[in-house]
């Protein structure tokens, strides 16, 4: 596996507005850019999404994956692996949750991806590094704009 990338964000809302969203899968089509589609193949007795298939399209990591979701520690934590994929061959991810303060939230998103074909370590942390920075904006924006 390769290292990972990890940034925080502070958005200005309640833990449980932020859990909200990202527990909803099937709405990221809708407020992420670099995921295209979600099919949920398997919930848990909770309702959660487990196992998904998702279209992610974020410039060089293109791909459709089949990801497994760990549900064990929410609403603290929300994590996933790569099952399946065409281009990839890891895609290990983890929201972590918690409260800076009754009126927000600090969320910092891990990132590890590896893929099939030969690539620059430095130019696969700059991917994972972007990834990681739009997404925990784009969340953020989602968050807030809803309230």
């Not at 030969?118 to 130019?123: D, E, F, K, Q, V």
């Amino acid at each position: 596996m390769s290292e990972e990338t990890e940034s925080t964000i502070r958005i200005e809302a309640t833990v449980a507005d932020v859990v909200a969203v990202v527990s909803d899968l099937t709405k990221y089509p809708e407020w992420s850019t670099s995921i295209k589609r979600v099919e949920v193949l398997e919930s848990d007795s909770e309702g959660r999404p487990v196992k998904v298939i998702m279209m992610v399209d974020a410039g060089p990591m293109r791909d459709s994956v089949t990801l497994q979701y760990d549900w064990s520690l929410a609403p603290a934590q929300l994590s996933w692996t790569l099952l399946e994929a065409e281009m990839l061959t890891a895609m290990d991810g983890t929201y972590t949750i918690s409260e800076a303060d009754e009126d927000s939230t600090d969320v910092s998103y891990r990132l590890a991806v590896d893929v099939a074909m030969p690539m620059l370590a430095m130019l696969k942390r700059k991917a994972e590094k972007a990834v990681v920075d739009v997404s925990l904006k784009e969340l953020k924006k989602r968050v807030e704009q809803a309230q």
